[in-house]
């Protein structure tokens, strides 16, 4: 799975909060924490689109979103991507970074430590 980027990912974390949303309300989640214009929140979503990232539908005329990416798989992969590149870390990331998470809940975290323990090795081994 492709990592998204950090702006995709405040998108996916509004979607994940609350879906479908329409452009306009994606933009107003995320206009404090990316001081974007309309149209860059605009171009985004088409490009999330494309990358098969989101869904797009039409609810009561409006063009809505949802997160096509499920929420734990992709924090798993950015956790993973972060340790391995960011941290250089050979084992597994420690899940009790994430206890107190407002983005997961209690099963969803024993989820990700699942996920993270049982990442295939880069040989395409797992461990």
Not at 25 to 31: A, D, G, M, N, V
Not at 34 to 51: A, I, V
Not at 77 to 88: C, K, N, P, Q
Not at 91 to 114: C, I, R
Request: net charge negative.
């Amino acid at each position: 799975m492709a990592i998204p980027s950090i702006s995709e990912l405040i998108i996916l974390k509004a979607l994940w909060r609350q879906q479908p949303l329409s452009a306009r309300e994606i933009h107003q989640q995320i206009e404090d924490e990316l001081g974007w214009s309309y149209s860059s929140t605009r171009k985004t979503l088409e490009r999330m689109l494309d990358k098969g990232s989101l869904r797009q539908a039409t609810l009561h005329g409006v063009q809505v979103y949802e997160a096509a990416l499920e929420k734990v798989g992709t924090l798993a992969s950015f956790a993973h991507d972060f340790g391995t590149r960011v941290m250089e870390m050979a084992s597994p990331f420690p899940v009790n970074m994430f206890t107190g998470s407002k983005l997961v809940d209690d099963a969803e975290l024993a989820q990700l430590e699942q996920l993270l323990q049982d990442w295939p090795e880069p040989d395409g081994g797992s461990k």
